[in-house]
Structure formats: C-alpha cells, structure tokens
C-alpha cells in the first residue's frame, strides 16, 4: 500500500468520523468542518489504537476547552461508545 492509497483510506475514515461527529449537533447551524480539529486528533489516536477511556478523555477536554461546552451539555459515554462501535466496524 502506497501513500496514496494511506491517504484515500484516511480521508474515507475522516469522512465518516465526520459524520458521525455532526450527526451530533453540538453547536446548531455550524458549518460541516466545525470539528475537524477533533476528528484529526480522536482519528490519530485511533491509529494508535487508544482504548474508549483515551477517546472520552479528548473528547471532553476538547468539547469544553476548546468548544466551551459544558460536560451537561453533552453525554461523552454515548459519543464514544459510537465512535468505538465504528472503528471496530470499519
């Protein structure tokens, strides 16, 4: 497999964390690439094979640090429990 075909498959994965990720509705009416940054950073640490809990932990700090969420805002164990349940689907 050359870079080409690393890149293709990541940007298919980026596509569907996307997805999942707007499908959510954290902040209504922002634009499709609102969260990229933490699709970057949750897809990174899926390659390096990061269990739920790592995942949880960035997603949080992520959504309140740099999304000024509050934690009651959103149900973190359901975000990953559906982002783990894709990855071992994909």
């Known amino acids: 497999m050359d870079k080409k075909d690393l890149k293709r498959i990541y940007d298919e994965y980026f596509s ?4 999942i990720i707007n499908s959510w509705n954290l902040i209504s009416g922002s634009p499709d690439d ?3 940054s933490l699709n970057n ?7 390096k094979n990061a269990d739920a ?3 949880d932990r960035i997603l949080q700090s ?3 640090s740099t999304y000024g ?3 009651n805002e959103f149900d973190s164990e359901i975000f990953v429990n559906q982002i783990m349940k894709w990855w071992n689907l994909k």
């Not at 569907?16 to 997805?19: C, V």
């Not at 950073?41 to 390659?47: D, P, R, V």
């Open 69 to 71: 969420l509050f934690s």
């Open 16 to 19: 569907q964390l996307r997805k």
């Open 62 to 64: 992520e959504l309140i």
């Open 34 to 36: 609102e969260f990229d």
């Open 41 to 47: 950073k949750i897809l990174s640490q899926l390659y």
């Open 53 to 55: 809990e790592k995942i």
